[in-house]
């Protein structure tokens, strides 16, 4: 048995289980769970027919590179959308598709990390659990990253000590933030390259939250645009991570991609090729029609920010202490500040309302004398909007009712 399984701690959902064991809702009241990000915004019906219409290629073995022309689709989507400069994404070196970020995100720490050499991983705090569990089974050793109020709940790049940064050898960030919502900005992210140029880490930036964003004419920058501003169209040390999960309302299909730096791509094909995670071919015909449409997008962006309208004006004006929320920078979670322990909250809002909401504390690890994550509790605007705005008023009862 591989020891380092038996570093892996408990997911949250399963913890949240455990805290909900025994605990009886009011029967009266359906429940609405904001506890868990899957959209379930009607996935795109011309997806669905170009998924069902490619079946007749189950009886080939597909490449784990995928095909010429989905490999062109998503660079092109790529170089668009980040406004890079024309040619310098290559579909046939920068980029390979991927059956959903959460594989790719765990299978780079095993192909990057040398684990002969005490290896560091450093990664956001509170953060998507599978950087951790990337890292421990990758033989490295996390170094969790506190984001607060006080830094915006982004990364402070400058914090870190500089021997953590001499053992580092990948960073995980995510931007828009989970569970924040929290976006670098162009200098966070150029300084962060800069770093790696000096102490030689890869750069992993999470970006599948990148097009759920409430202003049509201010999208969220990425890594690969921060370096392309810096000359650096090689992207060095730079891979980003793409999904169709979130963009289109396609968490079944599991299809994304991940691009950047040629030459961890050559090697990150390699490992892939032993790992057996070739798309099907299915697959691949429907995430390159997903690929080059915007309008199911735009639509998508719209659902998103009428819930966010309709909850806010509930709970913003708990403010003061009582409940701490207000509108992310991207994403579709809020990121609330609770007036009570937070697993308490989560506990009593089901008991008495059947609304479920994930605890902050069990994103984060109590790291430099904190838990980053205490006193929050993460709310996914991922249910219909009616039940949402209905989630509002039960959150805003039982706050009120404290």
């Known amino acids: 048995m591989n020891p380092d399984l038996q570093r892996l701690l408990p997911y949250p959902f399963e913890r949240l289980a455990r805290l909900k064991a025994g605990v009886t809702p009011p029967a009266t009241r359906t429940h609405i769970n904001l506890s868990i990000g899957e959209p379930t915004h009607p996935p795109p019906h011309f997806v669905a027919e170009q998924l069902i219409s490619h079946l007749h290629g189950l009886a080939n073995y597909p490449l784990t590179r995928g ?4 490999r062109a689709a998503m660079a092109a989507w790529l170089t668009r959308r980040f406004a890079l400069p024309a040619g310098s994404i290559d579909p046939a070196r920068h980029l390979l598709p991927v059956n959903g970020t959460r594989e790719a995100l765990f299978a780079i720490a095993q192909t990057v990390i040398d684990r002969s050499r005490a ?6 705090n509170p953060f998507y659990q599978i950087y951790e569990g990337a890292a421990l089974l990758a033989g490295a050793e996390p170094w969790f990253h506190n984001t607060t ?3 915006g709940y ?10 953590i940064w001499e053992r580092c050898q990948l960073v995980y960030i995510c931007t828009p933030g989970n569970p924040s919502g929290a976006v670098l900005d162009t200098a966070a992210l150029q300084q962060l390259i800069e770093l790696a140029d000096r102490h030689d880490f890869v750069i992993a930036s999470d970006e599948c939250y990148a097009e759920l964003y409430p202003d049509e004419a201010a999208a969220p920058t990425g890594l690969l645009a921060a370096a392309a501003t810096l000359g650096r169209t090689d992207y060095r040390r730079c891979v980003v991570f793409h999904s169709l999960s979130k963009r289109s309302n396609l968490p079944g299909l599991r299809s994304g991609f991940v691009a950047g730096d040629a030459d961890l791509m050559a090697v990150f094909l390699r490992y892939r090729t032993y790992h057996g995670c070739a798309m099907p071919p299915a697959t691949q015909a429907a995430s390159l029609a997903a690929w080059q449409d915007e309008a199911h997008v735009r639509d998508n962006r719209e659902r998103y920010r009428q819930k966010f ?11 003061d202490g009582v409940l701490d929320v207000s509108m992310p920078d991207a994403g579709f979670y809020l990121w609330a500040r609770t007036p009570i322990d937070d697993t308490e909250f989560a506990r009593g809002l089901f008991a008495q309302h059947n609304v479920t909401v994930l605890p902050g504390s069990y994103l984060s690890r109590d790291a430099h004398g904190i838990n980053p994550g205490l006193d929050h509790v993460r709310m996914a605007l991922v249910a219909p909007l009616e039940d949402c705005a209905e ?6 009862a039982y706050v009120e009712s404290l």
Request: hydrophobic content about 50%.
């Open 67 to 70: 095909s010429d022309a989905l």
């Open 119 to 124: 290896p560091r991983v450093v990664l956001p």
């Open 149 to 151: 109020a006080a830094t």
């Open 154 to 163: 982004r990364p402070d790049f400058g914090t870190v000590p500089a021997a």
């Open 309 to 319: 309208a309709a909850v806010l004006r509930t709970l913003e004006g708990l403010g």
């Open 391 to 396: 989630a509002a008023q039960r959150i805003r």
